[in-house]
């Protein structure tokens, strides 16, 4: 028999907002030796909606990176479309867009082209982008305000759209320090009380973090001394690589070896970010590491409020990456002033005083073939912050046409807004096969889960909190399903009062978790 001729099932775990975890296996039908199997895709029942989204675009504004800006202001329309398209089927997005750079300062001493930290835009949000009079930036605030469900709301300037101007906040330029702080700079505007970035963040709105970088982040304790250039002897010679990555690294088995200050020899394996416990604004760490221990962030973005994260429910957090892959991670002796776009040429002795200097370079990890000024460095640090995220999504700097990243983007961004579509076909929708869950986070971090029935079975009464619900869920066709789900279906929450029958708003910070049942694509 032909394995194209079985017929396939799987159960489609979909959690409300999008959660994306591995998949396991379940029992086959006895009538196929075909396996189901269980997955989640990211979809968000309209209950409760959430249809606010706060949209943090992190710029790198460090020389190089021309092009690749550029092609992110070409394609944000975009990312624009799909709300546009979104709107027309009835779910109106409430945006707001803001830019920070990455150009956050080096450390105690600063280096050229850096100010001491925290220095140069520092986390505040840019409103003009420096890209002349004729430019305008959003009005009274440093961020775009745009709510599809009354665009006379918007604050864009006078007869100019929304598309020139988030060009205009982008438009960041190519002379910040060349010692990124892409992690730190969106930590800042997102945690510090910054006058420009006053009500950019807000309760009970999603948070998406788009970082636009072709380097790793290099965010370290503003009282570090490793950019010093005059530091030559104890941390190398002052580039991207000597002072950026080799001590924000360490590769090899547990616990891992900074990378050399040489030739590697070829690609380094299980390169991860280096530990350095302790430090923060005041204090360096204890090492080995010299920059920030990446756990900062990653409890930033994923730990609940009451335990120091960016959002009461973590789920409301959505982090993408248009970097480099993390591998391959390579190091070569070379002339750390090639021009951007041309290949490094081995040189053969490590001299640092040289004309061209001969040192230890990072080897870009992607580099488009036919236009070779889209590159990029491995992303080991930033990728780890990303990918620890429930929703998250990394696309490749080194892509010539940012077109796929951007939709891809705003369907992330849709999915956690949208109807609760289902994304596969049923078996038999009139019967679907589907377990649901209310899975609410409470104020102090912790969850509490209560299974739904279904609402031919009848609605049961749960407990959240103290406070009761009569609740069942039920597969129904909806308008704004039709681009998403192949049958036109939605999951929705019936939640009512037990004691009135009435319509009852469903717990705060509650999301639904939806396995159903669907035919293998």
């Known amino acids: 028999m032909r394995w194209s001729t079985l017929k396939q099932h799987r159960r489609t775990r979909l959690w409300i907002p999008a959660f994306v975890l591995a998949a396991s296996c379940v029992s086959p039908p006895l009538e196929s030796p075909t396996p189901t199997t269980t997955q989640q895709t990211p979809v968000r029942v309209p209950q409760n909606v959430k249809n606010k989204v706060d949209v943090l675009f992190m710029v790198d504004n460090s020389a190089s990176m021309d092009a690749m800006t550029e092609q992110l202001k070409s394609r944000f329309n975009q990312f624009f479309q799909v709300f546009t398209d979104l709107a027309k089927s009835g779910t109106n997005a409430d945006l707001q867009i803001g830019v920070v750079t990455s150009d956050y300062g080096a450390g105690a001493t600063g280096a050229p082209g850096c100010q001491p930290s925290p220095g140069g835009q520092a986390g505040r949000l840019q409103a003009g982008g420096g890209a002349g009079s004729k430019c305008l930036g959003p009005v009274g605030a440093n961020f775009i305000k745009f709510d599809f469900a009354n665009q006379g709301n918007a604050n864009l300037p006078a007869n100019q759209d929304l598309v020139t101007t988030f060009s205009c906040m982008a438009s960041v330029g190519a002379q910040g320090c060349g010692f990124e702080h892409q992690l730190e700079s969106v930590y800042a505007a997102l945690h510090n009380p910054i006058p420009e970035n006053q009500g950019f963040l807000r309760d009970g709105a999603l948070l998406t973090v788009v970082f636009l970088t072709n380097e790793d982040d290099a965010s370290a304790p503003p009282v570090t001394d490793v950019f010093d250039r005059n530091k030559v002897q104890q941390y190398g010679y002052e580039d991207s690589y000597s002072r950026q990555t080799r001590f924000a690294i360490v590769c090899g088995p547990d ?120 590159f990029g460095d491995p992303a080991v640090r930033l990728n780890s912050v990303i990918n620890a995220a429930a929703n998250h999504k990394i696309s490749s700097i080194c892509d010539s046409d940012y077109t796929g990243a951007l939709k891809d983007l705003a369907q992330l961004i849709v999915s956690n807004i949208g109807g609760g579509c289902i994304p596969a076909k049923l078996p038999d929708p009139a019967n679907p096969d589907c377990v649901v869950e209310w899975v609410t986070t409470n104020q102090d971090g912790s969850t509490t889960i209560n299974e739904i029935p279904s609402c031919t079975a009848g609605p049961a009464t749960i407990q959240v909190n103290g406070d009761s619900w009569s609740v069942c869920w039920k597969l129904e066709q909806k308008p704004t399903c039709t681009a998403q789900s192949p049958d036109g279906l939605g999951m929705t929450i019936v939640a009512n009062d037990p004691s009135t029958g009435m319509k009852k708003p469903a717990p705060d910070n509650t999301e639904a978790s939806v396995a159903c049942s669907t035919l293998a694509q």
């Open 255 to 374: 616990p891992g070896t900074f990378p050399p200050y040489s030739d590697s020899g070829g690609p380094l394996s299980d390169c991860k970010a280096a530990p350095n416990p302790n430090a923060s604004e005041a204090y360096a760490g204890d090492g080995p590491g010299k920059q920030f221990d990446i756990q900062r962030y990653i409890d930033f973005f994923t730990k609940p409020a009451a335990q120091g994260g960016v959002k009461i429910s973590p789920q409301d957090v959505i982090l993408v990456g248009i970097d480099a892959p993390a591998d391959p991670f390579q190091v070569i002796l070379s002339n750390p002033g090639t021009i951007s776009g041309q290949s490094y040429q081995p040189c053969g002795q490590l001299n640092e005083n040289a004309n061209p200097p001969c040192v230890p370079v990072l080897q870009h990890s992607c580099q488009n073939p036919q236009q070779p000024v889209f």
